[in-house]
């Protein structure tokens, strides 16, 4: 936070309740943080989603069966 000290910022989150808890609230009107709210799991707005779903499809057709069978399969995909 201290790079934009004197610079306004706003952040970009869904409206999960780890987003809105009164910590997170507080902290960030302590800070004078500004919120942009974003629809949760929305691929058409949210690009990230489309790579997360490939990614949990082609690891799930490999049926890992433990943690590290998942890292590992994670990894090469």
């Given amino acids: 936070y ?3 000290e004197n610079k306004q910022l706003m ?3 869904d409206n999960r ?3 809105t808890s009164k910590a997170a609230v507080a902290a960030e009107h302590e800070l004078g943080i ?3 709210w ?3 799991n929305s691929p058409d707005l949210n690009a990230i989603e489309n790579v997360w779903r ?3 499809y082609r690891v799930q057709k ?5 943690d590290a ?3 590992q399969y994670l990894i090469e995909e």
């Fill in 69 to 71: 069978e998942l890292c």
């Fill in 2 to 4: 201290k790079t934009y």
């Fill in 38 to 40: 974003w629809l949760a």
């Fill in 62 to 66: 490999r049926f890992p069966h433990t």
């Fill in 17 to 19: 309740s780890v987003h």
């Fill in 54 to 56: 490939l990614l949990e």
């Fill in 11 to 13: 952040i970009m989150e």
């Fill in 34 to 36: 500004q919120k942009i």
